[in-house]
């Protein structure tokens, strides 16, 4: 699978839980959900996959793999619930809910 079906498995699901946690699918609804105590988790296939309230980025596990001679991949090292660091620092939607930038570490954003 790749990381873009990945990433879309994972937004469709958070938002699903966001959408039942606010018992709608309004838009700011579903964002105050997001945003409200801790946001919104579920267990994906490949761990656990939190919304951060804060930068509305992901917490998830990161796997580290190298490809076999059957087409596989053998897991050498898992790195567990890894937070968005930079982004978390950066950009702050619940303080600035207007913001829509990408942000670039070593760029003055």
């Known amino acids: 699978m790749t990381a ?25 609804k579903v964002i105050q959900a ?18 951060q309230p804060k930068s509305h980025h992901v917490r998830q596990n990161i796997y580290i793999g190298v490809g076999t001679k059957t087409q596989s991949f053998d897991i050498v090292e898992t790195y ?12 702050d939607l619940v303080a600035k809910p207007q913001t829509a930038q990408h942000f670039t570490p070593g760029a003055s954003n």
């Open 4 to 28: 873009v079906a990945v990433d879309v498995y994972n937004a469709v699901h958070l938002w699903a839980k966001a959408a039942n946690k606010a018992k709608s699918a309004e838009p700011a």
């Open 34 to 51: 997001f945003e409200e105590g801790e946001g919104v988790a579920f267990d994906s296939p490949a761990g656990p996959v939190s919304m």
């Open 80 to 91: 567990a619930s890894v937070a968005p660091k930079f982004e978390d620092q950066v950009c």
